[in-house]
């Protein structure tokens, strides 16, 4: 977006179109709007999830998701609670020890992503637009990036 002020004016738009054909209860509305006040959009979430399609799930689905969570284990004790909700994405035991990571891993996916951006900025320079995309990036360098965490 070109500035903040047209983001949000862009986001309540976006918002107001969404509140039209998504039925949603009073506190659905209220947890969504106030999303939006922080600056995000209808169509992206609380934990950057994507569908299959790797589309952002949109704040509502996962909202309501969380909600439904934190009802089926209100009252368990937070052991019996974590193993609720790994067997309800269908996780097990092993796989969620399995997808921890180490500093090495993370190490490794850093120095990935590293490599890519490399790779990414010789080939917008052999293309000869090295000057218009330090421009772009100079012009955009204070706005957030899709699925930033804050």
């Known amino acids: 977006m070109r500035s903040s002020k047209e983001r949000k004016r862009f986001l309540k738009q976006e918002l107001k179109e969404y509140e039209k054909r998504m039925p949603m209860t009073q506190d659905e509305r209220r947890e969504l709007r106030e999303w939006i006040n922080a600056g995000n959009s209808v169509h992206e979430n609380t934990c950057c999830a994507v569908d299959d399609g790797n589309k952002p799930i949109d704040f509502l689905d996962i909202?309501?998701?969380?909600?439904?969570?934190r009802k089926a284990t209100a009252g368990m004790e937070s052991e019996e609670a974590r193993k609720y909700v790994l067997d309800y994405y269908g996780w097990t035991?092993?796989?969620?020890?399995?997808?921890?990571y180490t500093v090495e891993i993370l190490k490794d996916?850093?120095?990935?992503?590293e490599r890519k951006?490399?790779?990414?900025e010789?080939?917008?320079g052999q293309k000869g637009f090295w000057k218009e995309?330090?421009?772009y990036i100079e012009e955009y360098r204070?706005?957030?990036i899709p699925f930033e965490i804050k």
């Open 63 to 69: 909202y309501r998701e969380e909600e439904a969570l």
């Open 133 to 135: 995309s330090q421009k």
């Open 109 to 113: 996916q850093v120095r990935e992503l």
């Open 117 to 120: 951006l490399f790779y990414l």
């Open 93 to 100: 035991e092993e796989t969620a020890e399995k997808e921890e």
């Open 142 to 144: 204070g706005e957030p």
């Open 122 to 124: 010789e080939f917008i």
